[in-house]
């Protein structure tokens, strides 16, 4: 409650400054040209005209708004933290299922709906798939039953507001994974406990380790294994089961950088009748069970704090016209409010907030973690590309084609050797961009983990170095201590995971 009482004081001492700045004297005008403002950039192009003239009619009648009411708002979206959580694993492991669950448990999709997608998964003889439906929305999706795109749905607990995102886990999709691995705070791996179906994913070529290396590399810290489908005949709620895949991921998670101890945490689900997801397990099906369920697993998750006051970077994801042009992504330091100057890079393009949008609503200011709608005025949609940084103006991102690199090589191709010249595809943050090794400055002593004296021109599969990289163009990143989100990136070739790294410098 404290922390409520805080928020509130913050926010009643901000608006008596904005009240101030105005030597106290609100305009009669600015009701009249909030109304107009409305008028002319507020409208969600997928509200109904009819709505909108109600509404514009109350807004005029109702001159002055009331700013009390905005700042409440802000309070009631202020108490909930916010957090993107990317649900990965294997194709077919039951990411989307369980996505689906969740938004029904959690009252985001109703009855009826679910109908209708257990009538068309059955039209389709997919009738386990119904679930999946929530969170596959396009057509490709459900002909496949496999997630391509990221997919996106929300949900609240009694603590906390999610994004889930719900990763696609079919080999030639991880690009798409690595998207929304790279928005994520908490990764949710899914595993499937159904006989054969968790060695495929977990062996070689399986996506399972690739995930999980992946979901470390960007940033994915806190990581809730869910072993599903332990209601499986296969499976029955066998406590042997459940442990023989718990003690087969320790050593591989510890391996891809987790505190198993810390950080990760073991639970059994079944997505698609929802066991242990909202409420805890019954002791008539699973008597071993003692833990949490899902959703109190999440809710208990602490995660790093980001600075609010920090320099403005959001990443863009996507763009598209809007009356005006609109940003997507993640805000991952500092804050925006609407009226800000900001500038796009690399290009330098000053650029003025026009509206901000989480979700459908339309908000006055956002911090960091909130997934934004940022409509912009002073560039156009096509001078934007995905990959591009909406940044602060007084200390703008550092926008490189070449950098220094600290590089873990986890697994070249055919036993290729890692070498000046070698050329990959670079992922670092929404970047997507093709690179060139330049040179290789030192190898990493794996026990000391310092630099070795001695010359390297090569190195092999599980080496450590540091190395100079090439891009064509130019891309903003960061270096990885000053600003962790922007300074991973993963190596890929030919539709594979070679390398994961973290920026040194410029």
Not at 222 to 240: A, C, G, Q, Y
Not at 405 to 433: P, R, W
């Amino acid at each position: 409650m404290a922390d409520i009482e805080e928020d509130i004081r913050a926010l009643q001492l901000e608006s008596a400054d904005t009240a101030e700045d105005n030597n106290g004297v609100v305009s009669p005008d600015d009701g009249k040209r909030e109304v107009e403002e409305s008028i002319n950039t507020d409208q969600d192009p997928k509200q109904e005209v009819q709505e909108q003239s109600i509404k514009t009619e109350l807004k005029v009648t109702d001159k002055e708004i009331p700013p009390v009411q905005d700042e409440e708002d802000d309070v009631e979206v202020a108490t909930k933290r916010h957090l993107n959580v990317v649900f990965i694993g294997h194709v077919d492991a039951g990411k989307s299922t369980t996505g689906g669950q969740i938004l029904f448990l959690s009252g985001q999709v109703d009855e009826r709906t679910i109908q209708k997608y257990e009538k068309e998964a059955k039209d389709k003889s997919r009738e386990s798939w119904y679930m999946a439906y929530i969170m596959d929305t396009n057509e490709e999706e459900r002909v496949k039953g496999k997630t391509v795109e990221v997919g996106r749905a929300h949900f609240e607990t009694e603590t906390s507001r999610f994004t889930i995102l719900d990763a696609p886990g079919h080999k030639s999709y991880v690009p798409n994974m690595i998207s929304g691995a790279s928005q994520a705070d908490i990764g949710v791996l899914v595993i499937s406990a159904r006989k054969g179906e968790f060695e495929t994913g977990y062996e070689r070529g399986g996506q399972t380790r690739e995930h999980v290396q992946l979901a470390k590399t960007l940033g994915v810290s806190k990581l809730l294994v869910v072993v599903n489908k332990m209601d499986d005949p296969t499976v029955k709620w066998s406590k042997e089961r459940y442990d023989e895949i718990e003690s087969k991921m320790i050593p591989f998670l510890k391996q891809s950088g987790y505190n198993v101890k810390k950080d990760v945490l073991f639970l059994p689900i079944s997505g698609l009748i929802g066991a242990n997801l909202k409420t805890r397990m019954d002791k008539s099906i699973c008597p071993w069970w003692d833990g949490p369920c899902l959703f109190e697993a999440l809710d208990a998750i602490e995660i790093p704090l980001r600075d609010p006051n920090g320099p403005f970077r959001m990443p863009i994801l996507d763009k598209f016209k809007d009356m005006g042009t609109v940003v997507m992504g993640k805000v991952e330091s500092g804050s925006i409010r609407e009226g800000d100057s900001l500038v796009i890079m690399p290009n330098k393009d000053p650029v003025k907030v026009v509206a901000i949008y989480i979700d459908e609503n339309r908000v006055k200011r956002a911090g960091p973690g909130e997934n934004l709608r940022v409509r912009i005025s002073g560039v156009e949609e096509e001078d934007i590309s995905s990959g591009f940084v909406l940044s602060s103006t007084a200390n703008p991102i550092p926008a490189v084609t070449e950098f220094v690199a600290q590089l873990a090589i986890l697994e070249l191709l055919d036993n290729a050797i890692f070498t000046a010249g070698y050329k990959a595809i670079l992922h670092v943050h929404s970047v997507v961009e093709e690179c060139e090794v330049i040179e290789l400055i030192h190898q990493i002593d794996p026990k000391t983990k310092k630099p070795m004296k001695k010359k390297v021109l090569f190195v092999k599969n599980g080496a450590g170095v540091v190395c100079r990289i090439q891009v064509s163009n130019s891309i903003c990143i960061e270096k990885f201590s000053d600003f962790p989100q922007l300074g991973r990136f993963t190596l890929r070739t030919e539709g594979k995971t070679v390398a994961v790294g973290k920026v040194n410098g410029f």
